[in-house]
Every structure is written in C-alpha cells, then in structure tokens.
C-alpha cells in the first residue's frame, strides 16, 4: 500500500505534500505578518505571548523554536533567556526564515538561524531547556516524528510547547467555517495575491489531530504529563508537554 497523507482535504504522497506545503510557504512569506493580523484580529500575537509565559523560561536557559517562520516566538524567548541565554529559531523554508531574519535584524536581534527538518533535528540528545513550534504542526507531514525529535532534543525537567490551530467550541463550528472558507481566502487573494494558499491553509486545519488526539500523540511520542490550554473557544490550543 502506498503512503499517503493530507495536504488540506486531498491524499498525496509524503514527498508530494513536502512540496506542496514549501511552495505554499514559498508563496506568502512575504506578507505572513501582515496576513496573520488580519486574519485573527491580531490575536495571534496575545496567543504568542500567552505561550512564551506558559513555558516559564527564565534567564540562561536554551530554546529550540521550530516551524518559526518570521521569529515571532524567537523574539519573545530572546526577552526572556537574556544575554546568557540562548534562542535558536529554526524552519524548513527558506523564504520564511529569510523574512524572520530580516526582521530580527531590524529590531537588534541577532542569534543562531537554521534552516532543517522538524522530522530530523540536527541537534544533540538532551539540548534544550525548552522546544516550542506555534502553527506549525499541522503542516509537518509525520508529526510523530517531530513530536518524538521535540523530546529527544529536551532536557530533563524541560517543556514543549505546542500552539495549533484545533477543535472550535461546536455551536461556533458554522461561523467558523464560513469564516475560514469564504473569507480568508478572499484576503489572501486581495493582499497575498494567493487564494489557494490560504484555502490550504483553513483545510490543514479541519485535518490536523484535535486536542484530545494531540495530547495522546504527545504521549505516545514519551512526554510524562500533557496539560492544554484552549484559546478562543478551542480555535487554537496550547499543549503543554513536560519531560522529567
């Protein structure tokens, strides 16, 4: 039987959807910022921040971000470790991480960028005090992988932190969907110039594993205790994953 996985609603080969999602980011890493602004109203970066906080990084500790795109987390975790401290933000595209770095510049920040594979980390066993990846999950293709390579690169006593997209409260579920269906990718059309993008995008979400999933996934990857935060009645989750 042939391996297959979801790329949005559709079925394709693994390596296929490694494309298709490059391309996809390839696509709008020039207007990602201004792109997640109007689409949550500016709540992502409420939802970032909630997740810096919930991982409780003090001075000189180390920090792996993944999937981190134009270094929103980075640069919060950067506030946190200090100068003693280390932050490495890392993603598998380009194009995101050429964004997130010229953005860094510009605000006087300046630390280890490295372009890899969440699937495949290039890091050493036990590395880190804490991992974070934020809406990046949903489009890794074996998220077990990266789940279980999140948990190898940790400390002892350290903490992933997962924030996704997940399960919305089901009476919104209706709402939602015409939001996510209609209106995102008419913006993504009118500032991104790519509707396909981001009709993508709202798919990934319906397919990524829900809270209940996730938590047992993280489980099963060797995390000794999940707990999970829901932001916006369940539209993004914050997975809180402890090893001890």
């Known amino acids: 039987m042939t391996d297959k996985t979801h ?15 490059r391309g996809v980011f390839d696509s709008v890493a020039n207007r990602y910022d201004v792109m997640n602004d109007l689409m949550s109203g500016g709540l992502h970066r409420l939802w970032k921040r909630f997740a810096v906080e919930s991982a409780a990084v003090r001075a000189g500790m180390s920090v792996l971000d993944l999937a981190g795109g134009t270094g929103d987390l980075a640069r919060l975790f ?26 860094l ?56 932190a997962v ?27 009118l500032v991104a110039g790519d509707d396909a993008s981001y009709r993508y995008l709202a798919e990934s979400i319906r397919m990524h594993p829900d809270q209940a999933t996730l938590t047992q996934m993280m489980v099963a990857a060797g995390f000794d205790d999940v707990t999970v935060h829901n932001l916006a009645a369940g539209v993004v989750a914050l997975h809180m994953a402890y090893v001890h």
């Open 163 to 189: 924030l996704e997209f997940s399960k919305i409260w089901q009476p919104l579920a209706p709402a939602y969907d015409w939001y996510s269906f209609n209106v995102i990718p008419r913006i993504g059309k």
């Open 78 to 103: 950067a506030d946190k470790v200090g100068a003693t401290g280390e932050v490495v933000l890392t993603d598998i595209n380009g194009a995101m991480l050429a964004a997130g770095r010229d953005k």
């Open 105 to 160: 510049l510009n605000s006087g920040r300046v630390f280890p960028i490295v372009q890899c594979d969440a699937e495949k980390l290039p890091f050493a066993d036990r590395r880190f005090d804490r991992v974070s990846i934020a809406f990046g999950l949903r489009n890794v293709t074996h998220k077990e992988a990266a789940l279980a390579e999140m948990r190898r690169v940790l400390k002892p006593g350290g903490v992933a």
């Open 7 to 21: 790329f949005g609603f559709a079925e394709v080969p693994p390596d296929e959807k490694t494309r298709r999602v």
